[in-house]
């Protein structure tokens, strides 16, 4: 009885990581991917808009 006991945890552990892999590799691509890419092209557009604002401010 001690071997299951021993088993339980490492099986658990790995049903919980084959799940996360299956969402990881199922939420890739499609419309969640298009949401994605425009949240971080806006986000890096925001960042340059800053960094030139205070660069200008900077040289002049």
């Known amino acids: 009885m001690d071997y299951v006991s021993a088993l339980l945890p490492p099986v658990v552990m790995?049903?919980?990581?084959?799940?996360?892999?299956?969402?990881?590799?199922?939420?890739q691509g499609g419309t969640n991917k298009t949401k994605e890419d425009a949240i971080v092209d806006a986000a890096l557009a925001r960042a340059e808009g800053v960094r030139q604002t205070s660069g200008g401010e900077a040289k002049g």
């Open 14 to 27: 790995a049903v919980f990581f084959v799940g996360v892999i299956r969402v990881i590799v199922k939420t």
